[in-house]
């Protein structure tokens, strides 16, 4: 009865009485637990047949029936391939979708249709035994016995596995493993099935997944949506009453209601999220990017709706919680699966549509969406699935992939209705309505035809036959080959670069043969990208009105494989009475950084129909990090020890951007702009002009080579050296070199003259940023520069004297003596002008300057920075024009009336032995105050300004000047306080060069209603600096034993930190880009809510950033520590020669932030603490810098700082006096200074 039992597959009622006789005692518990267990696994309650069956099985010990196991298999299988679909989607949409702005991916899960899949053991035929190996000789791990299933029985295979060990192995029963056969395919047929039979294997059966059950579904995320191609759509598939119910739900209603088999919705962290920590290696990983939810459709539809700030996650380490700043919808993007659906996307979001089968209905909102749509199953179908998308608001996309070869696609975004026709000539529609871009994805045996529309659309059609239409716009137009035109607009093409293995099946006798065509019948310019080299260009030329580039190239493979691709760029000549005139220019740029622009001219009727030399001038714009060698007079550029010769269809145009240059001129005249600072340059005979790359940053030495320069060639030869943004007063000369020197004296720039013959040297000039013209002087062991024109000095006659600009005075002050003078100052550095005795003119347009007049009837006028204009014998009329100008005005020299025209700036008026009140004077609608010395020997007329916010002359009393100066100085009038301010500001210029002099400096304490005399005390051991400091000290230099630095200003500083011990802060709450800098000493550096610059060139010390784009450097070549921590900015970390190995501390009881600790050879570590809530650093290695040679890393960062002071300077030098800084503010950016300067690091 027993075995009756087991085996039977339906029970009789009198098997269920002597079987239950036999259930007793713990037999029956089991029994029934045995029950329970499997209706749990399968989800549903067993019949009471099936409940018996398997509890007797149970009791006996018997596993579960057969037709339980099949169940088991079937409902594993089924979840099996749900998940399996969910995580290849959710794989796509986190590598493709992810990093693009899409932070929630929700799926419609279909469920799979899963038949048996029949499995086989081997055994042998004379006998029961099994073959039990599954070894194979020779096996492809990535073939089809690369996975081979087993159970107690033995291994088991798949139809397709057994014929494939049929057709090509043999079994060696004394080895026990199966090995290559060389006989045929037929002898192992015969000789497998002569010793094997195959026995199905029993169950657990297994399941294949052969589709997906159809789920039509409606979800409505904006109600607010309407249109006549909806109502076509829902007409059609008679879809409006359901549609209007399930407008009418809410969300949760509509996602709890859904036909699909499961819901499930993917939600990132935030924007920040990364797969791979870009601190270090590819292998460690961030596992957790967000959250999932399965079935849960009340959930889902409260994250889907919700505009609350969400909690910020981010780093190794997930702990602790930080909002976003800005409450919104998050982008999402969709894959409802198969069926007919219809999906209403956010309307305030982006919305991305993943579709792969089934007729569908989308619909975006007003921000950029997308259709990714696939045709990997269309083309097999007997049903033609219909795409209906409405990009709604935006600039919307479609992309088609997965495209059959052989097809033919018609897109317009003009009509709606756009076609792809399969191989087989069936048809499948695709509705657009508010779409300007489409990408398709297929290769080239399929052709597609773009139309579109006025938007400026970009059309990109892959490896395709390409026939685009662009229409209004400017456009894009990406393709390989074919025919676009892209109509109205300032149009763009991109000719992609044709993939060998994409194209096999074309060749003819290793032959491939292309044409692209870009037609334009509109007047102007366009930009033509190739996806070719220079070199690969072998002819240029004009045919009729046509320019036609003949490209050729090698497969990488096979050197006799060849394509050869024509473009034909249209209409680049139109035909007029005269012959052809220029009508369409094509600006061509290559792979490997040319560009070629036509240098056609019109032509006439004579000209020939075909015209192939000089066609283009080529230029390379590859990148200044490059080393070029040029060779004018063979006409070869050599890019990185790639060489290029010049074309016969065009002519190189060379510049001298780059790391390095080597260059050689041709005998006739050479022009070469932006001479990089690191070059040798062969001299050749000619008129030559160079022009020296104006960069500020970098230090370097620029060599002139004249060993091709022969004395002979004297009448033959002149060079001029062109330094924009320099000082040519400032040239140092040094034995054979010239040199430029910064604030600091640092050397900026040597200029090197080599195997100079003589007489030739006086034909080399210099021209500097101001236009003045020097002439170097040669000598035999040194060299000499002088001015083209010089400036003549003061006399006791009437002089005129003018004063270039950039002039540096040999002396203190430029004292004119006697004489009627006029002085023109344009020097813009400020002067100390005394005119001296006479009626004199002073007129001064730039620069902080000390202007008196002296005695006589003078005119005095400044310029549009702060001036101190003096005043005290004769009749004077003064206006310092632009800044915030001061006026010293003494009444009891001598007689005469001082006036005051000044109209511009907050000026400060000082008059000493006067009287307090005044007199208010009317005259032809202007308003002055007259004002009275004591001894009545003097008056001060005041013109007061009209209702001007931006203005004001304010007027204070003295009796003295300030007690700290001279005595004589108190009694002998204007003359001796001009010589006094002479005199300090060269003793403050040699003790503190990087300080700014201004002479109201020396007037400290004179005032308290003087902005100088709140000037910055550097000298203290704590330095506190107020938010209302104004804008002068923005370099500061810690020196002694310690000293610190809190700065509240938000100005934006350079710091120098070179005090044994120290700290240069930034408060919390404190804007302003700063740069930190601390050599070798034990200092703290504290950036702010800037972009700071981090530099730590030797010191042991924290680094900490508060907020924004900061960008730290650490040299690696100095034993010590840093420790870095990232609270919050988006950090770049720049680590000059440190390991790239890495090792990783885990948070613990002391921090909760994951430690990376990087060490260098030399004995430096650097700890960098990544906090919960921050945004993970970018480290970059660096292995040298930009520089010369000779220097060390420690001298190039301590050269950077004090470049970056230098130029920070410039904006004090500029700014003093003037109350409009914000531009000077807005424009200083040290740390895109930085990361230029280290893109060109190696």
């Given at each position: ?785 002088e001015p083209i024109e010089c400036l003549e000095l003061p006399t006791v006659n009437n002089d005129y004297i003018k004063i270039p600009k950039g002039y540096n005075f040999r002396y203190p002050i430029l004292d004119t003596n006697n004489g009627d003078d006029l002085i023109e100052d344009n020097s813009m550095i400020g002067n100390i002008i005394n005119s001296g005795e006479g009626n004199d003119i002073i007129i001064s347009n730039g620069g902080g300057n000390v202007l008196y007049g002296g005695n006589g009837d003078d005119y005095v006028y400044g310029g549009e920075n702060s001036d101190l204009i003096l005043s005290d014998l004769g009749n004077d009329k003064l206006d310092g024009q632009g800044g915030d100008d001061h006026y010293l005005i003494d009444g009891s020299k001598g007689g005469g009336n001082t006036e005051i025209l000044d109209q511009v700036g907050f000026n400060n008026i000082h008059l000493f032995n006067f009287k307090t009140q005044y007199e208010v004077i009317e005259e032809r609608e202007d308003t ?315």
């Amino acid at each position: 009865m027993i075995g009756i039992i087991i085996g039977s597959s339906a029970i009789p009622v009198i098997g269920l009485i002597v079987a239950g006789s036999l259930l007793i005692g713990g037999m029956v518990y089991t029994g029934i637990r045995a029950v329970e267990k499997i209706e749990e696994e399968l989800g549903e309650s067993l019949g009471w047949d099936e409940k018996a069956r398997e509890g007797i099985r149970a009791a006996l010990g018997f596993p579960p029936s057969d037709n339980i196991l099949n169940r088991f298999s079937y409902k594993q299988h089924l979840a099996y391939f749900k998940n399996i679909n969910w995580q290849q989607d959710l794989d796509t949409f986190k590598s493709s979708f992810l990093y693009q702005g899409f932070d929630e991916h929700l799926q419609l899960v279909g469920k799979p249709i899963l038949v048996e899949h029949i499995k086989h053991y081997i055994y042998y035929r004379n006998n029961s035994k099994i073959i039990s190996s599954a070894e194979f000789a020779d096996v492809d791990n990535r073939g089809p016995l690369s996975h081979i299933d087993s159970d107690e029985i033995g291994p088991y295979y798949t139809i397709e596995q057994i014929n494939f060990i049929r057709e090509n192995y043999h079994y060696d029963s004394q080895d026990n493993r199966w090995v290559k056969s060389f006989q045929t395919q037929r002898v192992n047929e015969l000789n497998f099935n002569y010793r094997f039979r195959l026995v199905n294997k029993t169950a657990p059966i297994a399941y294949k997944n052969i589709g997906e059950e159809v789920a039509n579904d409606i979800i409505v995320l904006n109600p607010e949506y309407d249109s006549l191609l909806l109502k076509q759509f829902l007409h059609k598939n008679e879809l409006i009453t359901f549609y209007n119910i399930k407008k009418k739900q809410s969300v949760a209603t509509q996602l709890s209601s859904l036909s699909a088999s499961e819901l499930r919705l993917f939600q990132a962290r935030n924007n920040y999220t990364n797969t791979i920590h870009p601190d270090i290696n590819n292998d460690i990983r961030v596992n957790r990017l967000g959250n999932e939810f399965l079935n849960q459709p009340i959930d889902i539809a409260r994250e889907l709706l919700s505009e609350k700030p969400r909690v910020i996650y981010e780093g190794m380490q997930n702990i602790g919680y930080r909002y976003e700043n800005e409450a919104k919808q998050k982008n999402i993007s969709f894959n409802p699966g198969n069926g007919t659906d219809i999906i209403v996307g956010k309307k305030n979001s982006k919305n991305l549509f993943n579709i792969n089968a089934g007729s569908k209905f989308l619909v975006g909102g007003e921000k950029d969406d997308i259709i990714n749509l696939s045709l990997l199953f269309d083309n097999n179908i007997e049903e033609s699935n219909e795409i209906y998308f409405d990009g709604n608001g935006g600039d919307n996309s479609i992309i088609i992939k997965d495209i059959p070869s052989n097809s033919k696609i018609d897109i317009d975004l003009n009509n709606i209705t756009s076609e792809v026709t399969f191989i087989n000539h069936k048809v499948k529609k695709i509705h657009l309505r508010n779409v300007n871009d489409v990408m398709l994805i297929g290769d080239s045996s399929t052709i597609a035809e773009l139309l579109g529309n006025k938007e400026s659309n970009t059309l990109d059609v892959g490896a395709m036959t390409a026939f685009i239409q662009g229409m209004e716009g400017d456009d894009q137009l990406i393709f390989e080959s074919g025919i676009v035109n892209g109509g109205e607009g300032n149009d763009s093409y991109f000719l992609r670069r044709v993939d060998w293995h994409n194209n096999q099946d074309e060749l003819n006798d290793n032959l491939l043969e292309l044409s692209a065509v870009i037609i334009e019948n509109t007047q102007g310019q366009s930009r033509v990208n190739l996806g070719y080299m220079l070199s690969e260009i072998k002819d240029a030329s004009i045919s009729g009105n046509d320019l036609i580039l003949n490209i050729e190239i090698k497969s990488a493979e096979s050197e006799t494989k060849i394509l050869t691709l024509n473009v034909t760029l249209k209409n680049t000549y139109k035909i007029d009475n005269n012959g052809r005139e220029i009508f369409h220019r094509y600006q061509l740029y290559t792979k490997d950084g040319f560009v070629l622009n036509t240098k056609l001219n019109h032509l006439d009727s004579s000209a020939s129909h075909i015209i192939s030399e000089n066609i283009f001038n080529i230029t390379y714009q590859g990148g200044a990090s490059s080393t070029i060698s040029i060779d004018e007079s063979e006409k070869t550029i050599s890019v990185d020890n790639k060489i290029y010769g010049q074309p016969l269809w065009g002519d190189f145009k060379f510049h001298g951007l780059a790391s390095k240059l080597e260059y050689k001129g041709k005998s006739n005249d050479d022009h070469l702009l932006m001479v990089s600072r690191n070059s040798h340059i062969m001299v050749t005979k000619g008129r030559d002009v160079y022009q020296v790359n104006p960069d500020q940053i970098f230090q370097g030495k620029i060599i002139f080579d004249f060993s091709n320069i022969k004395p002979e060639m004297e009448d033959e030869f002149d060079m001029t050296i062109l330094l924009p943004y320099e000082n040519g007063f400032d040239i140092k000369t040094l034995g054979t070199s010239m040199f430029l020197y910064d604030k600091f004296s640092n050397e900026k720039i040597e200029i090197s003259f080599i195997n100079l013959s003589y007489p030739i040297s006086k034909e080399i000039y210099i021209k500097d940023g101001h236009a003045n013209l020097f002439r170097i002087k040669m000598g035999q062991d040194s060299h000499n520069i002088e001015p083209i024109e010089c400036l003549e000095l003061p006399t006791v006659n009437n002089d005129y004297i003018k004063i270039p600009k950039g002039y540096n005075f040999r002396y203190p002050i430029l004292d004119t003596n006697n004489g009627d003078d006029l002085i023109e100052d344009n020097s813009m550095i400020g002067n100390i002008i005394n005119s001296g005795e006479g009626n004199d003119i002073i007129i001064s347009n730039g620069g902080g300057n000390v202007l008196y007049g002296g005695n006589g009837d003078d005119y005095v006028y400044g310029g549009e920075n702060s001036d101190l204009i003096l005043s005290d014998l004769g009749n004077d009329k003064l206006d310092g024009q632009g800044g915030d100008d001061h006026y010293l005005i003494d009444g009891s020299k001598g007689g005469g009336n001082t006036e005051i025209l000044d109209q511009v700036g907050f000026n400060n008026i000082h008059l000493f032995n006067f009287k307090t009140q005044y007199e208010v004077i009317e005259e032809r609608e202007d308003t002055y105050h007259l004002y009275t010395s004591q001894s009545n020997l003097r008056t001060v007329k005041v013109k007061m300004p009209q209702n001007n916010k931006n203005s004001n002359n304010q007027v204070y009393h003295h009796q003295r000047l300030p007690s700290h100066m001279p005595v004589h100085i108190h009694n002998d009038g204007m003359a001796h306080l001009v010589r006094y301010l002479a005199e300090q500001r060269q003793y403050k210029k040699k003790l503190a060069p990087e300080q700014i002099w201004h002479p109201m400096d020396e007037f400290k304490n004179f005032s308290n209603e003087l902005s100088f005399s709140s000037i910055l005390d550097t000298k203290t051991k704590n330095i506190h600096i107020s938010e209302n400091t104004p804008f002068r000290r923005l370099f500061i230099r810690t020196r002694g034993p310690e000293q610190k630095v809190w700065d509240k200003s938000g100005i934006g500083r350079v710091f120098k930190a070179q005090a044994v011990i120290g700290a240069i802060s930034i408060p919390d709450g404190i804007y302003g880009n700063n740069v930190l800098y601390a050599s070798t000493s034990d200092t703290n550096l504290y950036g702010g809510e800037g972009n700071d610059v981090f530099i730590s060139n030797g010191s042991n010390g924290l680094l900490t950033d508060a907020s924004g784009k900061n960008s730290f450097i650490i040299n690696g070549e100095i034993v010590g520590w840093n420790s870095l921590y990232s609270l919050g900015g988006e950090n770049t970390v720049y680590l000059i020669n440190f390991n790239k190995d890495v090792i990783r501390e885990e948070p613990d009881h002391r921090s909760n932030a994951t430690r990376y600790i990087y060490t260098s050879d030399q004995g430096r570590s650097v700890k960098i603490f990544q906090y919960p809530n921050t945004i993970a650093p970018t480290v970059v290695h660096v292995q040298s810098l930009e520089g010369q040679n000779e220097h060390s890393t420690q001298q190039k960062l301590d050269h950077l700082v004090e470049t970056l002071a230098t130029l920070r300077l410039q904006d004090e030098e500029n700014c003093i006096g003037i109350q409009d800084i914000e531009h000077l503010q807005l424009n200083w950016e040290p740390a895109n200074l930085i990361d230029n300067y280290m893109k060109k690091a190696s």
